[in-house]
């Protein structure tokens, strides 16, 4: 049988045939990235495409207990149900994005979900290279039952975590190091990771699978950039296979999970073959993949709003069987 031709969504293409013009004319001028260029240009991409999320309680704390007291904002939705609260970590290469940045995702996340959804403002590369951002994220699972109880905030020690991008690449290596040790990482409590929710994750530091190639120019998320993330990210020689969670241990203790891919991602390959190993190991998995969509088309819901419908409405309805 033929294989069914790849098709880009036609937004999309109109779009992104914009935007590699300008890109290649800011080249052309000697452009050179900076922390913050990369901050602003995803912060500028959601303000743009992504209208305010819906109202809702929001409050903030710390979450203390680690090398860095994490500072984070709890969304509290009207249409609570029981179970376990998410645990958010934004995209943006481990260089840019933040809790404001993403407000709007992570409120329409919470009201799809009916959870409690705490959004982590994580120390960001260069300034504060790897393992910094995921220790930040080890602190939160550890201390936010005490933090949320300061809140007053009902929980039960049990988390979803959930990322886009790289910080989806935080949450599953948090589920790698904990698979063996799910359990006491509150003082004098129970705390647990339920499941995780992976959306276009970043998960193979290597650059070797083929979609980095295949999509790496031209889909947004180019392949220099993505070199340039990690350049930035690893400034201490670390060894990127072990630092990778596709390359790591799999077994049936690690969490339940939802992996969101996209056909015209660069990352959409460790995405599927981190589903497969998954499977592997005898871990409750599902996929969704979107066959016409890019990386980050969620920071991007006006140019595809039934692709993000779909997606939100997907996630809610995985999130809420989880009890």
Known sequence: MAQKARQLN?????????VNAQVAQLKAAGFEPTPITARESLANLTRTFVEPGPDMAVCETLVHGGEYAVPVRIYRPENIEPGPAIIYCHGGGHMAGSVSVYDPICRRLAEACGRTLVSLEYRLAPENPYPAGLNDLMSVVRGLGAALDKKQVAHDNRWILMGDSGGGALCASASRLLQHRPHNLAQGAESSIAAQVLIYPSLDYTMLQPSIEENGSGYLLEKEKILWYFD??????ENPWQASPLHGEFTAKLPASLVITAEFCALRDEGLAYVEKLRGAGVDVEALHFDDMIHAFVNLEKL????CAKFYRHVGEYVRGIR
């Open 232 to 237: 930035n990210y690893f400034q201490n020689a």
């Open 304 to 307: 595809v709003p039934e692709a």
């Open 10 to 18: 036609p937004q999309l293409a109109e779009w992104l045939q914009a």
